[in-house]
């Protein structure tokens, strides 16, 4: 089968390393893959496997997430049998394409949708994603049949070993002690990923607690959290900017909470990555967050802008003893790695994809 992927930019996202998983294992399964980005580079472009064929739209980067000159040619050039777009930028390109082949739109975003986003819901012959919650907000914005659509949740990008050695070399390195207890956020730093709130309400934990925050990403809004750290007196001292990792793994190995401020999502990559890893996680309500983990058990939702609410929640995680610890890790993990299996996933859409392939077929 030969499915052709759009996507606009290979940035460090969520969204962004789906789709390079997605690729590359559609290539691994002996498909026939073409990623089509409307940006040269990013900082996942070496993580596309060398069998994928690459087309870059712009011939060299514009800095223009929407612009994607010579779209249609390189769509029948690659003369696909299915097209699967991912991101907001490419899923307002989808409806343009449908007379090539059938086209899988994704609902992966929490943010609001352009008209032409709309317009592709309605014209694609399927509609994939990532939650219920985002399912259900497909639905509503475009009025689809529910037979047109479908939830096919994110895959583990970086699934951990088990059991997952605790990574103390590094925990030493930054700081932390036997009994710190490490919060972690693995995030794009953009305004509503919202670290700045999460600077915040980690400076109101108890002063005699041991914990450190651990932030992993870059991105725009990253100078202006460290400048508001830097302003959060005694706490700024147990903050750590870590920057982009390729591959988190190590830092989720070294933690003991995940927290997530965001107030924009689909469905947390990060947190169903920390969840099998075994970490609890403590976050702001946004759409898909109660889907990644068991609701008080191996994660607590809080409605956004509850800084009481976080507080308590994180409190009685640094209060937890080591048993429980460890049951609430075992049981996240099992939870991850049965909900969010990459080879379940990949194989649900390449079901899909014959499917809608067989059914176009005069």
């Known amino acids: 089968m030969k499915i052709l ?5 290979l940035r460090s996202g969520g ?18 893959v073409t990623l089509v980005t409307f940006r040269p580079g990013g900082a996942l472009t070496g993580t596309v496997a060398p069998v994928v064929r690459r087309v870059t739209l712009q011939p060299f980067d514009l800095g223009l997430d929407w612009f994607a000159p010579g779209l249609i040619g390189a769509v029948r050039e690659a003369a696909p049998d299915v097209i699967l777009c991912l991101g907001r930028m490419a899923n307002c390109q989808g409806w343009r394409l449908t007379r090539f082949a059938p086209v899988v739109a994704t609902m992966r975003t929490g943010k609001s949708l352009p008209a032409w986003f709309r ?10 994603a990532n ?34 050695p605790r990574n103390e070399p590094l925990r030493s390195a930054l700081g932390a002690g036997p009994g710190t207890t490490v919060l972690l956020d693995v995030a794009m730093f953009r305004p509503e990923k919202n670290q700045r709130e ?17 932030l992993a990403g870059d991105g725009p809004a990253r100078a202006a959290c460290e400048r508001r750290a830097s302003e959060l007196g005694a706490a700024a001292a147990r903050i750590r900017f870590l920057g982009f990792h390729a591959d988190p793994g190590p830092l989720y190995a070294a933690a003991d909470v995940a927290v997530h401020a965001s107030w924009s999502e689909a469905l947390s990559n990060f947190l169903i990555e920390a969840q099998a890893h075994g970490l ?5 309500a946004a759409q898909g967050i ?44 099992a939870f991850a790695r049965g909900r969010f299996d ?3 996933q990949v194989r649900a859409y390449l079901d899909l994809f014959a499917a809608l392939s067989a059914a176009a077929r005069p």
């Open 5 to 9: 992927i759009l996507q606009d930019y």
């Open 15 to 32: 969204t962004e390393r789906q789709c390079v998983l997605l690729a590359n294992a559609f290539a691994a399964a002996g498909h026939d």
């Open 119 to 128: 317009r592709t819901l309605r014209a694609a012959a399927h509609v994939v």
């Open 131 to 164: 939650s219920e919650e985002a399912r259900a907000t497909a639905i509503n914005a475009a009025g689809l049949p529910a037979g047109r659509s479908s939830v096919i949740y994110n895959s583990l990008v970086f699934p951990a070993a088990i059991p997952t």
């Open 198 to 214: 999460l600077l915040e309400i980690v400076a109101g934990l108890p002063a005699e607690a041991d914990w450190q925050l651990w």
């Open 280 to 284: 609890p996680a403590v976050a702001f």
């Open 290 to 333: 109660r889907e990644c983990f068991l609701p008080g058990v191996t994660g607590w939702e809080i409605p956004p802008g509850d800084r009481a609410e976080f507080h308590a929640a994180l409190t009685r995680l640094l209060a937890a003893t080591a048993d429980e610890r460890v049951h609430r890790g075992d049981r996240a993990r």
């Open 342 to 344: 990459p080879a379940r």
